[in-house]
């Protein structure tokens, strides 16, 4: 009986921990200045889900702020897309990186959506796709990224596990922050 029962818990301790599972990729950790200005730079939207670029920026945003970086501004409204549909278009990404060097910006965060749905099926969990970029305003150069994916349980939210996710992917390129 006892050899059952551990075999029971052993199954449904995997089967639980399979349920909120997120899978990460990201590069080495560069060294960035605290202090230094950021911009938060147009997200493209690569799902069917309207606007799911603005509401990732509106996380990374407050992610960024949150891990103590206070000088952080967004690329102005005139540069967002009118669409409902963002198209992720490459010259609006353009576009507020000059603006980004104009504000004496030092870094930008980009980024990409890749997923933002809650899945069909009988649960319906959150699943969030996201790609994160840290780059050299100067030089557009990117100095550290990092892409994942991520789904919840049935009551947890989609912008909470898209925060929890961009909090993960962007701990990895903010870990050798300096003041």
Request: charge should be neutral.
């Amino acid at each position: 009986m006892k050899p059952l029962m551990t075999r029971l818990l052993l199954a449904a301790a995997l089967l639980l921990g399979a349920a909120g599972c997120s899978t990460l990729d990201r590069s080495e950790a560069p060294k960035l200045d605290a202090k230094a200005a950021w911009a938060v730079l147009p997200f493209a939207n690569n799902t069917e889900t309207p606007l799911a670029g603005n509401r990732a920026e509106a996380i990374a945003e407050s992610l960024l702020r949150a891990a103590g970086i206070a000088k952080v501004r967004r690329y102005p409204a005139k540069l967002a897309q009118d669409a409902l549909f963002e198209p992720g278009d490459r010259k609006m990404q353009d576009e507020a990186l000059a603006w980004a060097r104009t504000q004496g910006a030092k870094y930008a965060l980009g980024g990409a959506v890749d997923e933002w749905r809650y899945k069909v099926g009988v649960d319906g969990e959150p699943a969030a796709g996201v790609a994160l970029s840290i780059i050299d305003v100067a030089s557009g150069e990117v100095l550290w990224s990092g892409v994942g994916g991520q789904s919840g349980w049935s009551r947890e939210s989609l912008a909470g596990v898209a925060q929890k996710l961009m909090r993960s992917l962007l701990a990895g390129g903010l870990a050798d922050l300096r003041d």
